[in-house]
């Protein structure tokens, strides 16, 4: 059982407990292991602490950052099993671009091809324009499908080896069974460190429609999905994922007379590694929902539908500061582009 799972259990029952095992979590296929919790503040450097009793009227507002520009995933040794693929003399970008495998997955997991610059002297995925006079394949340890194993293992070396031949290159893979335990490894570490907060808003009286919905979650910051029945509140780096989404049932989004359609429950969610500590989306999650269930008239409750307590807010923050601070020892900080990745 994780640390933040014991602080939640000591809730009396009221969020999730028992830690979930490495085939669970292989098998939910993109789902999480789900900790729900009420309105709190993440004691972190930026924010100030609070005590148990703190009142949650107290937690200050989550700031909104300029919008930054996100670069595409690069190979990480942290998260990937990395071949080198050696030339004898540089290669075009163009050529290289034409020979990358048509499908960049090894199974469920992600597969990248890198180049060295030769006039930069960095590692980036081929451009047109650029000349490279070595190459990098790379696929990842484990995701929230699980840990890579001698099959995709097996794929990634047919398609990097493939690469390899279209340009002359002499390619060096790492030890198959050296890749497979550092991935169940990973993937073990990752299983108890995964965290997704999930805060129901049930109606206490009348039903609401997805507009008036809309429209109050607006006033928290929340646009529309890509999806229907999904709003979100974008983050403050371009191509990042959203820090919250605030869900509901896809079917009344899509009715043909929305103001037909009713709806008694909505879910805030926060998953917890893609989003870094400092951009305060654990305080943004916490006001929200405090907002939601005030302009809604909804009570809180945890995702197995028991009322939450107010000293749940002060347990959750101080469990996921330690969470925070576990992923940041393994150098899988929350909102890394390694944990984004990892955790996805």
């Known amino acids: 059982m994780s640390e933040l799972q014991i602080g939640l259990a ?3 029952g009221l969020v999730l407990a ?5 085939g669970v979590w292989q098998a ?5 292991r789900e900790a729900s919790a009420a309105v709190a503040e993440t004691p972190t450097p930026r924010e100030p602490m609070f005590g148990a009793d703190a009142s949650p009227d107290t937690v200050p507002a989550a700031r909104l950052e300029p919008m930054l520009v996100r670069r595409g995933p690069r190979l990480d040794a942290l998260i990937d099993a990395i071949a080198t693929l050696r030339l004898d003399a540089p290669v075009a970008g163009e050529t290289a671009i034409q020979h990358l ?4 997955r090894a199974g469920s997991k992600p597969l990248l091809i890198e180049g060295l610059d030769g006039e930069t002297g960095e590692w980036d995925a081929p451009q047109p324009g650029r000349r490279y006079g070595e190459f990098q394949a790379g696929v990842q340890l484990a995701n929230r499908g699980g840990a890579l194993n001698e099959i995709e293992y097996s794929e990634f070396v047919q398609k990097a080896q ?3 031949d279209s340009l002359g290159a002499l390619a060096d893979f790492p030890d198959m069974l050296d890749v497979v335990a550092r991935a169940r490894e990973l993937d073990a570490f990752a299983a108890q460190h995964d965290a997704q907060l999930t805060l129901k808003l049930v109606s206490r009286g009348a039903s609401w429609t997805p507009a008036y919905v809309q429209q109050h979650a607006a006033a928290q910051g929340f646009v529309p999905g890509a ?6 509140r974008p983050a403050a780096e371009e191509g990042a994922p959203a820090p919250l989404t605030l869900q509901f049932d896809a079917q009344a989004a899509l ?7 009713l709806l008694r429950e909505l879910q805030l969610v926060f998953d917890v590694p893609q989003t870094a500590v400092g951009e305060g989306a654990f305080v943004a999650w916490c006001r929200a929902g405090e907002g939601l269930a005030g302009a809604l008239d909804a009570a809180m409750f945890d995702n197995d539908g028991h009322p ?3 000293g749940a807010f002060a347990v959750i923050g101080q469990e996921l500061d330690r969470l925070y601070g576990a992923l940041a020892e393994r150098d899988l900080a929350a909102g890394s582009p390694a944990a984004r990745r990892l955790f996805s």
Do not use: I, M, T, Y
């Open 308 to 310: 939450l307590p107010p």
């Open 255 to 261: 009715a043909d007379e929305p103001a037909q359609a």
């Open 101 to 104: 495998p048509p499908a960049r």
């Open 28 to 32: 939910r296929r993109g789902a999480v």
């Open 10 to 12: 000591l809730l009396g």
């Open 18 to 22: 028992g830690l979930v095992g490495h």
């Open 227 to 232: 999806l229907p029945g999904r709003l979100v």
């Open 162 to 164: 493939l690469f390899a």
